[in-house]
């Protein structure tokens, strides 16, 4: 479940911090073994989950199997790793636009360059966010607290 084969997208979450998760199972299992493990997991990786957000992992059992399978798990994890893709994302995106490639088929349909632009910052924004909670510490999150 936590392995990148999983991921819905080409982001290695060991290369990034796992800021909140959720994993929901379905079928006869025992809730108490279910939180043992994700308490487990948590235990032996904790590098890849921040610190400063306390219980950022939940886990949630329905008794009741699918129709096709005796047990199946669904997992949401939000990972700064996702900075990835956004950051290979951006970098096609700027190839194509500074060669304008395609770019009056959107242009043709009203938009204007500049909500190109915005785009690019909003992306590279994000890559630098998501880079800043990888590297934020609960001492720094403290202190920041104490500041304000």
């Known amino acids: 479940m936590w392995d990148a084969k999983n991921m819905i997208c080409d982001a290695d979450p060991r290369h990034g911090r796992y800021l ?48 096709s399978l005796n047990m199946t798990s669904t997992f949401v994890g939000n990972s700064t790793s996702i900075q990835e893709m956004f950051r290979r994302v951006s970098e096609q995106f700027t190839a194509m636009f500074r060669r304008r490639a395609f770019l009056h088929w959107y242009t043709g349909e009203g938009m204007d360059e500049m909500e190109f632009n ?13 880079r800043q909670y990888q590297d934020a510490t609960a001492e720094y999150e403290q202190k920041d607290q104490q500041g304000s």
């Open 118 to 130: 915005e785009a690019e910052s909003i992306m590279n924004d994000l890559v630098a966010e998501n």
């Open 20 to 67: 909140t998760a959720s994993a929901m199972f379905r079928g006869k299992m025992s809730t108490k073994e279910v939180d043992g493990q994700m308490i487990n997991v948590q235990n032996k990786n904790t590098s890849y989950f921040v610190e400063w957000i306390p219980s950022n992992v939940k886990s949630s059992v329905c008794d009741i199997p699918s129709t």
